[in-house]
């Protein structure tokens, strides 16, 4: 699982969506110096943190505020929706009726029994975009949110140890695609064969 994520204002995009204009990436920055380096958490009904995404409603890719998790019957999923099984979606190609990318310089897990918690990044601090799914859902007091689920696959060898899942990272090269091609099982099973190169570069150390 994948319940937490930084966004650091002083990355390089190396690894970003391919058609991303110097707009999207300064927009991102700045709203990572205001964030002011708090780690990127589930959205709840009381602390109301949007959190960055990118989406492509047009020609062009834009970021847009969103809500992580799903809401149904205006409040917050009883079933655990922040991430989603990249297997499940296979399954049901539906659920890829929508997506997006999420944008981050690490995220965080715990290795169990030891209750370690490792952050991992790419390449030592690269942006990199995880695949999400998105739905929108309505809050208790009416306001409309564009909703995400971040989707795991099975972690690569060398990180398996720490955790058996993570991100479903997507390569810049494949990024129009992720964002545009029809939702069917195809561009799942793209992404995911995909994903492995970037995969392959990712490092975990412990935090303090």
Same mark, same amino acid.
């Given at each position: 699982?994948?319940?937490?994520?930084?966004?650091?204002? /002083?990355?390089?995009?190396?690894?970003?969506?391919?058609?991303?204009?110097?707009?999207?990436?300064?927009?991102?920055?700045? #709203?990572?110096?205001?964030?002011?380096?708090?780690?990127?958490? $589930?959205?709840?009904?009381?602390?109301?943190?949007?959190? $960055?995404?990118?989406?492509?409603?047009?020609?062009?890719?834009?970021?847009? $505020?969103? #809500? #992580?998790?799903?809401?149904?019957?205006?409040?917050?999923?009883?079933?655990?929706?922040?991430?989603? /099984?990249?297997?499940?979606?296979?399954?049901?190609?539906?659920?890829?009726?929508?997506?997006?990318?999420?944008?981050?310089? /690490?995220?965080?897990?715990?290795?169990?029994?030891?209750?370690? #918690? &490792?952050?991992? !990044?790419?390449?030592?601090?690269?942006?990199?975009?995880?695949?999400?799914?998105?739905?929108?859902?309505?809050?208790?007091?009416?306001?409309?949110?564009?909703?995400?689920?971040?989707?795991?696959? $099975?972690?690569?060898? &060398?990180?398996?140890? !720490? &955790?058996?899942?993570?991100?479903?990272?997507?390569?810049?090269?494949?990024? &129009?695609?992720?964002?545009?091609?029809?939702?069917?099982?195809?561009?799942?099973?793209?992404?995911?064969?995909?994903?492995?190169?970037?995969?392959?570069?990712?490092?975990?150390?412990? /935090?303090?």
């Amino acid at each position: 699982m994948c319940a937490s994520y930084g966004l650091d204002p /002083r990355f390089t995009d190396s690894e970003f969506i391919a058609a991303a204009d110097e707009s999207v990436l300064e927009g991102l920055r700045v #709203w990572a110096e205001q964030n002011a380096g708090e780690t990127l958490r $589930p959205t709840g009904k009381n602390l109301r943190n949007l959190n $960055p995404i990118v989406v492509q409603p047009d020609e062009a890719p834009v970021i847009e $505020p969103a #809500w #992580w998790g799903f809401l149904i019957g205006g409040e917050p999923s009883k079933f655990p929706s922040i991430n989603t /099984r990249s297997e499940r979606l296979q399954d049901r190609p539906g659920g890829l009726k929508t997506r997006a990318i999420v944008p981050a310089t /690490r995220w965080y897990e715990m290795q169990k029994p030891q209750r370690i #918690w &490792h952050e991992f !990044l790419v390449d030592d601090g690269a942006l990199f975009g995880m695949a999400a799914v998105t739905q929108r859902g309505r809050a208790a007091d009416g306001a409309w949110f564009t909703c995400y689920s971040i989707v795991m696959r $099975p972690a690569p060898d &060398h990180l398996a140890e !720490l &955790h058996d899942r993570m991100p479903l990272l997507i390569p810049a090269s494949l990024s &129009h695609d992720w964002l545009t091609a029809e939702p069917t099982r195809e561009i799942i099973d793209e992404a995911i064969i995909a994903s492995d190169e970037v995969a392959a570069r990712v490092s975990a150390r412990a /935090r303090d």
